[in-house]
Antibody, heavy 118, light 111 residues
Framework: EVQLVESGGGLVQPGRPLRLSCAAS????????MHWVRQAPGKGLEWVSG????????VYADSVRGRFTISRDNAKNSLYLQINSLRAEDTALYYC???????????WGQGTLVTVSS | QSVLTQSPSVSGAPGQRVTISCTGS?????????VHWYQKLPGTAPKLLIY???NRPSGVPDRFSGSRSGTSASLDITGLQAEDEADYYC???????????FGGGTKLAVL
């Protein structure tokens, strides 16, 4: 069974950094593209960033480019999202996603909540 | 506002059929990029419902079907059931933005 477990969320002050992690199991992690998608309270889904199986392709939404860094460690079956200079508008539930396709989002974790507030 | 446009809500009685539409533009759906659909039940993570316009992942009932034409796509749900009450999102890729885009979501109410 595919399992994606996010961690690292919490209450953070504006301007501070945060690192989200996602532990994957139940599938061949190194063969899959991985993404982060977020959902702000009361809002819809927003794609944040994606990384190919070998980290050769990395893409970001315009809203986060320059502040967010996605990475993966295939030896540890783990995905990461480094968030710098947090803003109030980054408050959201962040989902980790694994997919055999680069173009859609197959398996979702339960999400980790990031709240940015002073 | 979302790059892909969906009606905020739709409703139907049990057993009926509903259609959820997703309208894009020449830089996403109209450019030939595929459309995918997700179901988000209250309090749970989104679930892939339809991929590559018309395909259902294993375990998704055939009451759910998708189509794409021009700059739009549709999700059809037949034989509505109470457990279908959820938010539904379309998703594609936008060549101008060089990124993935979602619709704003459609809340389905089963009356």
């Amino acid at each position: 069974e595919v399992q994606l477990v996010e961690s690292g969320g919490g209450l953070v002050q504006p301007g501070r950094p945060l690192r989200l992690s996602c532990a994957a199991s139940g599938f061949t992690f190194g063969d899959h593209a991985m993404h982060w998608v977020r959902q702000a309270p009361g809002k819809g889904l927003e794609w944040v960033s994606g990384i190919s199986w070998n980290s050769g392709s990395i893409v970001y939404a315009d809203s986060v480019r320059g502040r967010f860094t996605i990475s993966r460690d295939n030896a540890k079956n783990s995905l990461y999202l480094q968030i710098n200079s947090l803003r109030a508008e980054d408050t959201a539930l962040y989902y980790c996603i694994g997919s055999s396709s680069w173009f859609y989002f197959e398996s979702w974790g339960q999400g980790t909540l990031v709240t940015v507030s002073s | 506002q979302s790059v892909l446009t969906q009606s905020p809500s739709v409703s139907g009685a049990p057993g009926q059929r509903v259609t959820i539409s997703c309208t894009g533009s020449s830089s996403n759906i109209g450019a030939g990029y595929d459309v995918h659909w997700y179901q988000k039940l209250p309090g749970t993570a989104p679930k892939l419902l339809i991929y590559t316009n018309t395909n259902r992942p294993s375990g998704v009932p055939d009451r759910f079907s998708g189509s794409r034409s021009g700059t739009s796509a549709s999700l059809d749900i037949t034989g509505l059931q109470a457990e279908d009450e959820a938010d539904y999102y379309c998703q594609s890729y936008d060549g101008s933005l060089s990124g993935y885009v979602f619709g704003g979501g459609t809340k389905l109410a089963v009356l």
